[in-house]
């Protein structure tokens, strides 16, 4: 399985500014994505992380809000911006081999917006 | 829209008592299942995944899948307080994305 370290782990940051969390995968893999988990919910798919292209965004999430980068196989970064408290939530970074591999889950990023 | 349904709970067991976990999903093309724990304030962590139909065996796990009946359980034997966590189902479809259920709260009570 793949170690997939994220950072930074929480952070608290007032209304209208940006953050940019980063995820760092220990060997090259296929597939990136980010997901979001609302308080008591589950997980949303934000988007796919492709590298050297631009991500696919699920609805209801657009690129202006959830910039996504991914430059090698083995790392990604995602920005949240402009950011509002319904912004609160713990962004989840993972990874799988290839497309119909098991997927795992870095340790996440718990984000309070004030 | 491809769903995936589970009881919210709390699932409350007493220790060393048989956890059942029920999970249904709505998309016939789906080709793999997970079944993923995930501690309060810590990330899912897959403990089980499942691809053809019947009973599939881990330690104290037992992943059960009924494509016919679009269902995928888990079984936790001998449970132990230390299984008390949310327990999310996961299932893969045609498009290879994981859409996750809502998740079920366990409880085991010593």
């Known amino acids: 399985s793949a170690v997939i370290s994220q950072k930074p782990s929480r952070d608290i940051c007032q209304r209208g500014t940006s953050l940019t969390i980063q995820c760092q995968v220990d060997?090259?893999?296929?597939?990136m994505f980010w997901y979001r988990q609302q308080p008591g919910q589950s997980l949303t798919l934000i988007a796919t992380?492709?590298?050297?292209?631009?991500?696919?965004?699920e609805s209801g999430f657009v690129i202006d809000k959830f910039p996504i980068s991914r430059p090698n196989l083995t790392f990604s970064t995602l920005t949240v911006s402009n950011m509002s408290p319904e912004d609160s939530s713990i962004y989840l970074c993972?990874?799988?081999?290839?497309?119909?591999?098991?997927?795992?889950f870095g340790s996440g990023t718990q984000l309070s917006v004030l | 829209q491809k769903e995936v349904e589970q009881n919210s709970g709390p699932l409350s067991v007493p220790e060393g008592a048989i956890a059942s976990l029920n999970c249904t999903y709505s998309?016939?093309?789906?080709?793999?299942f997970f079944w993923y724990r995930q501690y309060s304030g810590k990330s899912p962590e897959l403990i089980m995944f499942?691809?053809?139909?019947g009973d599939k065996e881990d330690g104290r796990f037992t992943a059960q899948l009924n494509k016919a009946s679009q269902y995928v359980s888990l079984l936790i034997r001998d449970s132990q307080p230390s299984d008390s966590a949310t327990y999310l189902c996961?299932?893969?479809?045609?498009?290879?994305?994981?859409?996750f259920g809502g998740g079920t709260r366990l409880m085991v009570k010593p």
């Open positions: 993972s990874a799988s081999g290839t497309a119909n591999e098991k997927l795992f």
């Open positions: 060997s090259q893999v296929t597939m």
């Open positions: 992380a492709n590298q050297g292209s631009e991500a696919t965004y």
């Open positions: 998309d016939r093309g789906s080709q793999s």
């Open positions: 499942i691809y053809s139909n």
């Open positions: 996961a299932v893969r479809g045609a498009g290879n994305m994981l859409t």
